[in-house]
């Protein structure tokens, strides 16, 4: 069964084609499974946005279109956190591993050290919670916290600029199951808070929809 789940996984990925998901070459499951997938010679968002903070906002936006092409083909990424936004070799924010984490090896995911970040309260109140695209809208929003506290001043260690800093996995899901929010940045504006607030609602149902967040992360990136 997990192989078949695989397969369809990989189907689904080859099928892709959009500046902002990550292409995938091909693939082999006899042994080991592996992927040959486009190579992203600018690493991770995060280690751009050290290097160059004021994108941001396009890095962003460039992410938001990719998951929105996603949506839009019925596919829920559900693990927007973080390795899985990367800045491919034309310096275009994009995403990748979707849908196929638990089939890729550990250690590809060595700097994620506390998913919990990133998981909508949902996912965290019933672990069986099937995820969806209004959970992606929440690790989304949490990218953009963690994107901010990036770019801050004085948060030079990993755990630093997570988006709930240094506390630990049981802190988070404590405090998300509650419905709380981590504390504004202190370079988040509040007219970019609010979108935040907006795409991480305690509700799933109130999160706003990809398309509305591409439209506000356009009209940020613009401003």
Sequence with gaps: EAMATLLRE????????????????????????????????????????????????????????????LHARG??????QGNNIV????????????????????????????????????????????????????????RIVEALRVVGPGEDSFRGCLPWGALDNIAVKNHVRRGKLPFQPWNCTDEQWQLVRRMCAFESKERIKVATVVDSLARLANS
Aim: aromatic share 14%.
């Design 10 to 69: 990989v189907n689904i990925w080859f099928g892709f084609s959009h500046p902002h998901v990550i292409r995938l070459f091909g693939a082999c499951h006899v042994g080991r499974p592996f992927f040959v997938c486009e190579y992203a010679t600018n690493g991770t968002l995060v280690s751009y946005l050290r290097k160059h903070p004021n994108e941001l906002w396009f890095k962003m936006l460039e992410a938001a279109l990719g998951v929105q092409y």
């Design 75 to 80: 596919v829920v990424h559900g693990e927007l």
């Design 87 to 142: 800045i491919g070799s034309n310096k275009k924010a994009k995403v990748t591993d979707f849908g196929l984490s638990s089939f890729v090896d550990d250690d590809c995911h060595s700097e994620i050290s506390a998913a919990s970040h990133w998981v909508a309260p949902e996912a965290l109140v019933n672990e069986d919670s099937r995820l969806t695209f209004a959970s992606d809208i929440y690790s989304l929003g949490m």
